[in-house]
Each structure stands twice: as C-alpha cells, then as structure tokens.
C-alpha cells in the first residue's frame, strides 16, 4: 500500500488534502528539511519547510516525516477546480 501524505499550506489553508503517494517515480516534495520526529504534526512540518526555504507546501508522511516544495501537484489544482 503506498504510503498516505498529508498536504498543507504555510499561508492560507492548513489542510488541503490527502492522498496515497506513488511508490515508484519521483516524490511530489522532494526536500525533508528535518529527520523524521515523533513530535512532527502539519503545524511543524510547514514551520520547518517555510523556515528552510521558504517552501510553500508541505506534506507529512508516516505521521513523523515532513516533505517540502514550491509546487503543488497539478492533480491538486485540477481538484479544486471541480
């Protein structure tokens, strides 16, 4: 089963959605600012990702990794258009 990743926005909404990630291919965030932590949650994974540099999205994975880009999948876009 692929794994879950939560997506969220460091400025406008704190959720946007989730979604199973593929297994194979390239991550739809590739930069993990931070090691994975027990203590990780959407709020601190977007403060991280934000604070590393300046990502505008932010993904939590496994419930302690945290994931960070300047794109957002363009299935994302497509979603919120319907």
Not at 12 to 40: D, I, K, M, Q, Y
Request: overall charge negative; glycine content about 8%; some cysteine.
């Amino acid at each position: 089963m692929a794994p879950s990743l939560a997506i969220s926005v460091k400025n406008g909404a704190n959720f946007l959605h989730s979604f199973a990630e593929s297994t194979n291919g390239p991550r739809l965030f590739p930069n993990e600012p931070v090691s994975p932590s027990s203590t990780n949650d959407n709020g601190y994974c977007q403060t991280q990702c934000y604070g590393a540099a300046q990502y505008a999205f932010a993904g939590t994975e496994y419930a302690d990794e945290c994931w960070c880009g300047l794109v957002i999948p363009l299935f994302l876009i497509l979603l919120f258009l319907n």
